[in-house]
Each structure stands twice: as structure tokens, then as C-alpha cells.
């Protein structure tokens, strides 16, 4: 990399209407990009995994593949229900779904056991993903029947209309977090800078870079297909590693500032912060992509998703960090060069602020670590290995409709519709392909199957068989009245894979078997998850140690930021594990346990935790490195430099706090276990890991902290001999 931040930061700061209306451009150019390209959205066939996603590609070759199915429930309001009057809603319901364009099927009405309900299934046009384009007009036919009979509960619920709710309820939740995370993020900067428009420039900074890596994120998903969740991580990573890397930067030119006491103009001032922070924040923003890239190794479209938010964001905002943003502090440094002119000219005196250091409270910890190294670097370890402890029992599912709010209209008609027509709460499909001539064989042996499940008490005794047009491939559907995530789902899957279909199927040659359906898929994804797992951590862990190395030439330090990254990120799961495992915390946080943890919830965590770890690592790490390549010792560097960094880094960590924790009051229970995590990550890794543990290692390492560092090696041989170090080995780090 070199001095490419210095070299950038010297243009920018002798050109800054360019690089400001330059920046801007860049924006419009992504957000132009996006909208003329539109975004790939992923398809049935990027969501497959495992053997529930074999099954849905054998369905799909012989046109039986899932379609969008809406179910129009009928039901009395209150007593007993009318029978003429269901019927006739029922024939409406029917008459009124078959004359729309975007209904490829409606089912003949079908009445419940007692009676008391009626149901009428509309299949809609397209695969089963496509069904939110196509169920507006359904949904608005349904209330119209609806308004017909005032005295029947008439609604609907299905994959498209739950999609819709929730997609409503997500976007409601994002906007109130917005109104919470910008005004608070806002008051902090002004705290820490007690100007209006210092403080504006990180805020306003990574909302443009938010918004340059939508534009980026929607021509991106033409490669990696976009799985409906790029835009939360953009949100979430990017006003956090955005405000971050632009408040590094601002702190760096104000403490510059201060201590060269006017002896040097704006433009000097932003060169050596573009030295010392421009650098760290390039090398965190590389590591925050690197780490997502990791993502890609789990060979699932969601994460790819994820991993290509996180990417374009955290490149977005160094972007903007090494362009636009010395431009803006020499146009702000002018300003207020000119202001303490004015002010000398008048007499009065020029407040230059020091230094700052940590704060009481940070000195205090750093002279307690200072005197027992050993014993506080064995505290904080135990600490944090308490804290990681409850990932021995952390259990993973995937998350299931059961979780999702009972404010929303089109799940208060699911719970209805699986009350009153219980053996269709959940459903086992078994997919079989075979040849033309095997047709009799195949229905044979899943009849056979089918039998075996009515005396099954697991299955609801119901089944379904169907059969391609060329006869090589057949589903069987089997309901089981319970939800997906329940031991009775789990233990009917289990009969038919492990007991029903090698005994059907043993003496029948050629035939491919496999289940899938609601069941397989919600079973089948933690498995695939768990398959993947080693692979991403070993890369990420790889990957972390790589790029530490390369940024401080030390095999110790990038060691130990691995240990510390795991410890941090071990220590913020364990106490996700304590908390949404349990429903001691389900009052203050809002929501209902589900006993686990949402599937993708630990591996996204994981790398996003050490993406966002090393900020933190390398801004440190690169305030000492900075001391020893001047020719102090490790020991006065470690505790000035932590001791000067602690500001900007408990400011920062607030912010991204802020930012986390808004996410804990959002519906969605992954997004409050992500939220939470995050927050919890960020206050461990801020003032715990960086205040607490790296001092007392590095103090215990000493010198053998920056092994092999040739660099420092040649700074203390200078320091001894009584000579200044080299300029350009001191702005290495």
C-alpha cells in the first residue's frame, strides 16, 4: 500500500472543491449504476441446499416444483359457524380468484373436520418466490369478500402475504431505528468535538457511503444475487465502520493540530493524520472486507448476500475516508484558522486543546496493569472464557414462522388456518425420479410409504401422491399437524430418510429418493451451516492473521490479534447464548425464546465480529507501533498509546453501540440476536480487550511483541545510539 493515504490526502487537501464534488459524483455515478442495472434477486434455485434442496431441483425437473399457495380462511366471528353463508363466501372467494391474471389455480372449497371452518387454496402464477409479486390483487379480492360478509372472519395467509407483512414490518422497524441511531450518533459527536460541523462530516460521510454501496450492492448482485438482506447489512455495518473511520481520522488532525500549536498549516495537519490514522483506517476497512469475503466459502446465496453488503460498505466508507474527507478538514481547518486570526487580532485567547489521553478511569486501569501485568491479563482472559462458556449448549435451528409477530394480519390468519386444519401445519414431500418404465414400481413403493405413515402416529394420516407428465418423476406429500421447529416434525423426517424410504426403496434400482418440503428445509439448513462452519473460520482466521501481519510485520501481533478476536467474539456469543437461549431477558428485550439460536446468526457474528475487531486492533496497535518506531520502549509506548487512543476508541464503540443496540428492538428476531450480539461485541471488544488484556500481553511480551520487525528493531538501535529515527519509518504504522 505505501504512502497511497498520504499520497491521496495531498491531492485532496490541495484540491478540495474537486475531491468534495468529486465524491458526490461518485455517488450519483453508484446510485445511477444501480437503478439502470436493478438489482438480481436471488431465485428458488439459489436458496437450495442439502438434500431438501436436491429434492426441490428433482421436483423442479418435472414441473412439480413448490408454487406460492394462499389459503382464504372462512370462519363465524363469534358461535357457531353459518354454513349457508361460508358457503356462499367460499364460491365467491372461488368466482372472484379464477378471473385474475395472476392466479394459476384455485382449489374447490374444502371444510374442516367439524365443520367449522372452510378454506379455498389459490395457487399463484411463477415459482414460489415470485408470489409477493402476484398476491397484491388476491389480498385486495379477499377484502373484498371480506367487506361482503361483515358476520364471517374472512382472511388469507400463505408464503407471499406473510412475506409482504413482514417486508412491511422490517421496513417500519429500520426507519424508527434510523430516527434513534442518527440523533443519538449525532449528540455524540458533538460531545466529542463541540462543533456543529465537525460533527456533521462523519454522519453525513457515511450516509453517502451508505447510499454510494446500495448503487454498488444492486450491480454487485448481477454476480452474487441479492437474497433480500444486502440493504440491512449495508445499514448496519455502514453507519458504524463509517462514522468510525471518519471520527479516527478527525481526532488524528485535531490532536495534530494541538500539538503543533500553529506552527503548521491544514494541509501539513491532514498529511500526517492520513500518515498515521489514514493508514490504520485503509488497513481496517481492508480487514472488515477480507473477513466478510470469508462468507462466500459457505456456499449459501443469504450469505453471499451478506458478505457482498458488508464488502461494498466498509470500501465505500475508506473510500470516502482517504478522498473527500481531507478535503472537508482543510476547508474546516481554514475556517477555523481564520476564526483564531480574528480572534488574536481582537485580543483575546486562542484556545489550543491538548492532547487527550484516556480520562481518569483508563489511567487508573492502565497503572493497575502497568504494576500486575500477569494477574490483569489473567482476570480479563477468565472473564471472557466465563462469558464464552454457554456456547457449550448453544443449539442452532433455522427460524421458523412460529417467530415472527403476531401483530401482523397475515400471521393471526396462519395460526387460525393451522387450528382449524392442523394436518396441514407442516408437510414432508418425497421427490423420487426414476425410469418412465419404473413409474408402477416408484407409485408402488411411495404408497408403501404412505401407508406406513398412517399408522404413524408422528404424520396426520393425510398424503397426497402426484406424478410428472413423463413419468419419471413422482411426489409424495405427507402433513404432520405440527410446526416445523417441534421434536414431532423432526422425529417424522427422521422415520421417513432413516426407516420408511430405504425399506420402500432397497430392492428398486436407479430410483433418486429425497425428501424436502417445510420440514426438510428448516432441518437441512443448520446441518449445511454446520458442514460449512470449519471452512469459514479456518479462512477467517487466516485471513485475520494474514492481514496483521502484513500491516505491523509481526507474527506476535498478528497472533495475538487472532486470540484476542477470538476471545471477543467467543465471549459476545456466549452471552447471546445465555440470553435468547433462555426466557430469563424475553420481557426487556421483546421477544418470545425459541430455545435456539437462528442458524446464520453465529458464523455471520463470527466474521463479522473480527472484521469489526480489528478497527479497533489496528487503530491501537498503530498508536504504539508509532511510539516504538520513534524509539521508546514497548512499555511507554503500550501505555501512551493506549492511553491516547482511548478517547477516540470509547467514542467510537459508543457509536457503534448506539448503532447495534437500535437493532435489538426490531420484530425480527435474528435482526435482535445480530443487534444484540454486535452491541455486546463492541462494548467487550472497546473496554475490555483493548483497555484491559492487549496491555497486559503486550507489557508481558515486551520487545518480542514486534518479532521479526526489522523496522523496530533499527528504531531502537537508533534510540540507543542517541539518533532520531527515520521520518519515513515513523509513518509506517
Not at 521 to 550: N, S
Amino acid at each position: 500500500m505505501g504512502n497511497l493515504p498520504v499520497h491521496m490526502a495531498r491531492w485532496s487537501a490541495r484540491h478540495p472543491w474537486r475531491a468534495i464534488v468529486g465524491w458526490f459524483v461518485f455517488v450519483v455515478l453508484c446510485l445511477g449504476a444501480g437503478a439502470a442495472l436493478g438489482g438480481h434477486a436471488a431465485t428458488a434455485d439459489d436458496f437450495r441446499v442439502g438434500e431438501a434442496g436436491r429434492a426441490e431441483a428433482v421436483a423442479a425437473s418435472g414441473g412439480l416444483e413448490q408454487k406460492a399457495v394462499e389459503k382464504v380462511l372462512i370462519t363465524a366471528r363469534s358461535g357457531a359457524l353459518d354454513g349457508g353463508a361460508a358457503g356462499a363466501a367460499a364460491r365467491d372467494v372461488v368466482a372472484r380468484m379464477r378471473g385474475l391474471a395472476e392466479v394459476a389455480d384455485v382449489a374447490d372449497p374444502l371444510y374442516n373436520t367439524g365443520r367449522t371452518a372452510v378454506r379455498v387454496d389459490v395457487t399463484l402464477k411463477g415459482a414460489e418466490l415470485d408470489g409477493k409479486n402476484h398476491v397484491d390483487p388476491v389480498l385486495a379480492q379477499t377484502a373484498l369478500v371480506a367487506k361482503a360478509y361483515p358476520a364471517l372472519r374472512v382472511e388469507e395467509s400463505g408464503g407471499a402475504s406473510i412475506s409482504k407483512d413482514v417486508q412491511g414490518q422490517r421496513g417500519d422497524d429500520l426507519s424508527r431505528t434510523e430516527l434513534v441511531a442518527l440523533p443519538v450518533t449525532l449528540l455524540t459527536l458533538l460531545l466529542v468535538f463541540r462543533s456543529v460541523a465537525v460533527a456533521t462530516v462523519p454522519l453525513l460521510l457515511a450516509l453517502t457511503s451508505i447510499a454510494a454501496a446500495v448503487g454498488l450492492s444492486m450491480v454487485a448482485s448481477h454476480a452474487f444475487p441479492d437474497a433480500g438482506v444486502g440493504t440491512n447489512v449495508i445499514l448496519l455495518i455502514g453507519l458504524a465502520v463509517g462514522v468510525d473511520y471518519t471520527l479516527f481520522y478527525l481526532k488524528r488532525e485535531r490532536e495534530e493540530r494541538a500539538a503543533a500549536g500553529g506552527r503548521l498549516g491544514s494541509r501539513e495537519l491532514v498529511e500526517l493524520a492520513a500518515a498515521t490514522s489514514g493508514r490504520a483506517v485503509v488497513v481496517s476497512g481492508l480487514a472488515v472486507a477480507a473477513s466478510s469475503a470469508t462468507l462466500y466459502l459457505a456456499d449459501d446465496v443469504i450469505f453471499s448476500s451478506l458478505a457482498t453488503g458488508a464488502i461494498v460498505v466498509a470500501l465505500a466508507a475508506v473510500v470516502s475516508s482517504m478522498t473527500v474527507l481531507p478535503a472537508v478538514l482543510v476547508k474546516l481547518g481554514v475556517r477555523a484558522e481564520r476564526r483564531a486570526e480574528r480572534r488574536a487580532r481582537k485580543g483575546r485567547t486562542v484556545k489550543s486543546p491538548s492532547r487527550q489521553g484516556g480520562g481518569r478511569l483508563v489511567g487508573a486501569v492502565l497503572r493497575g496493569t502497568a504494576r500486575r501485568p500477569a494477574a490483569t491479563l489473567a482476570v480479563g482472559v477468565l472473564a471472557l472464557l466465563a462469558l464464552a462458556a454457554p456456547l457449550g449448549g448453544l443449539k442452532l435451528t433455522d427460524i421458523g414462522r412460529e417467530t415472527y409477530s403476531r401483530g401482523l394480519p397475515a400471521m393471526q390468519a396462519w395460526d387460525r388456518t393451522n387450528q382449524a386444519f392442523p394436518e396441514q401445519t407442516s408437510m414432508n414431500q418425497v421427490l423420487v425420479r426414476a425410469d418412465p418404465g419404473q413409474a408402477g414400481a416408484v407409485a408402488a413403493a411411495l404408497r408403501d410409504v404412505a401407508a406406513r405413515a398412517k399408522a404413524d402416529p408422528v404424520f396426520a394420516g393425510t398424503s397426497a401422491l402426484r406424478t410428472s407428465a413423463d413419468h419419471r418423476v413422482s411426489m409424495l406429500e405427507l402433513g404432520v399437524p405440527a410446526y416445523v421447529s417441534s421434536d414431532r416434525a423432526h422425529t417424522s423426517l427422521a422415520h421417513l430418510r432413516k426407516d420408511y424410504l430405504p425399506a420402500a426403496f432397497g430392492a428398486l434400482p436407479g430410483a433418486e429418493v429425497a425428501v424436502t418440503g417445510d420440514i426438510a428445509r428448516f432441518a437441512d439448513y443448520p446441518a449445511h451451516e454446520k458442514t460449512k462452519m470449519p471452512l469459514v473460520i479456518g479462512a477467517l482466521l487466516l485471513v485475520t492473521f494474514a492481514l496483521t501481519v502484513w500491516a505491523f510485520g509481526s507474527l506476535v501481533i498478528g497472533l495475538l490479534g487472532v486470540l484476542l478476536n477470538l476471545l471477543s467474539a467467543g465471549a459476545a456469543l456466549g452471552v447471546l447464548t445465555l440470553v435468547f437461549q433462555g426466557s430469563w431477558a424475553e420481557g426487556a428485550l421483546g421477544f418470545t425464546s425459541t430455545g435456539s439460536i437462528g442458524s446464520r446468526v453465529p458464523l455471520f457474528l463470527f466474521v463479522i465480529l473480527f472484521g469489526l475487531s480489528m478497527d479497533y486492533q489496528v487503530f491501537v496497535i498503530s498508536r504504539i507501533r508509532e511510539a516504538v518506531l520513534r524509539g521508546e520502549t514497548t512499555r511507554k509506548a503500550v501505555l501512551d498509546g493506549i492511553g491516547r487512543s482511548a478517547s477516540v476508541v470509547t467514542s467510537a464503540a459508543f457509536v457503534m453501540v448506539t448503532v447495534f443496540a437500535s437493532f435489538v428492538g426490531l420484530h425480527l428476531i435474528e435482526m435482535k440476536q445480530i443487534g444484540f450480539s454486535l452491541a455486546v461485541a463492541v462494548l467487550l471488544d472497546a473496554f475490555v480487550i483493548r483497555i484491559v488484556v492487549l496491555p497486559a500481553a503486550l507489557l508481558l511480551l515486551g520487545e518480542r511483541s514486534w518479532y521479526p520487525s526489522r523496522a523496530a528493531r533499527r528504531a531502537r538501535a537508533a534510540a540507543a545510539a542517541g539518533r532520531q529515527p527515520a521520518a519515513d519509518a515513523v509513518n509506517v504504522g
